[in-house]
């Protein structure tokens, strides 16, 4: 017979006053970062696996309880991705089995559950800090609007309306804001609500190939202190949408990371 494994007895007072105070502190270090990415789709984890791996402070806001966006189902329910070269090798490099379509060359399939988990474990694993359940409903906008981070709030409260919670949010700051957001290119709308940027006009009909093109084309600083990276780049340029096609949001992420770094080192 296998030994029969004996839980600890914990007390419930002392499991609520760690988890408190391991928050708390934690928290405290999450108020001023180098890089704040918001959107913890493919893009913003690999962005932010990326950025802390080089050293760089980095916090990943993300409205929803779960991490990975629209990466943990394949199109139509039916749970496997396409990814286009050189993509495959990002995951290949987390240890995320990627075997390539003989008939379509460049492209590969993917169990997206098994790469979003580990999306999100690299990013744990590089020191990348999360906030979920929080929304960025505003922006710090300092004079001569240079961006110098987020102003966030609990999601529940923000789903629930003002009428009903009216809790006043906080602010985060950091040197560099990532939209991550995918189509609704939150950061940016916000920016264009403040009238510093144009309107967003959104993805345009689906065209695979030019999508992915075009992201990696126009990856990159949309505002002063202000990155586009993945699905947000098709919704700020117009551009087309791609559908269950995965490559381009891991491209654009990695890509953007580097720009991002490269700015943070001139400073």
């Known amino acids: 017979m296998p030994k029969k494994p004996k839980p600890a007895p914990l007390r419930e007072r002392d499991i609520t006053r760690q988890i408190a105070r391991a928050h708390y502190k934690e928290f405290d270090q999450l108020i001023e970062s180098d890089v704040i990415i918001v959107g913890a789709g493919p893009s913003g984890l690999i962005c932010a696996r990326d ?25 139509y329910l039916m749970n496997k991705a396409t990814i286009c070269a050189p993509a495959n090798e990002i995951l290949t490099e987390l240890g995320v089995p990627c075997p390539p379509v003989k008939e379509c060359d460049g492209m590969y399939l993917v169990d997206p559950p098994h790469a979003t988990g580990a999306l999100i474990a690299a990013a744990y694993a590089a020191g990348a800090k999360v906030l979920n359940l929080t929304r960025v409903v505003d922006l710090i906008l300092r004079r001569n609007g240079i961006l ?16 009903a919670v009216h ?4 602010a985060l700051e950091s040197k560099i804001v990532v ?89």
């Open 51 to 75: 950025l802390a791996s080089m050293g760089f402070r980095t916090l990943i806001v993300e409205q929803a309880l779960a991490l990975g966006g629209g990466f943990w189902s394949g199109g």
């Open 148 to 163: 110098e981070g987020v102003v966030v709030n609990n999601t529940t409260v923000e789903t629930a309306g003002h009428d």
């Open 167 to 170: 809790v006043d949010p906080i």
């Open 179 to 267: 939209d991550a957001t995918g189509h609704d290119a939150a950061v940016v709308q916000l920016l264009h609500r403040r009238n510093l940027y144009q309107a967003v006009p959104g993805n345009g009909a689906m065209w695979v190939a030019q999508s992915e093109a075009d992201v990696m084309e126009h990856t990159g600083e949309v505002y002063p202190n202000c990155f586009v990276v993945g699905l947000s780049v098709s919704a700020v340029h117009g551009t087309p949408r791609m559908g269950p096609a995965f490559g381009s949001m891991l491209l654009s992420g990695r890509y953007g990371a580097e720009l991002i770094k490269k700015k943070l080192k001139q400073e």
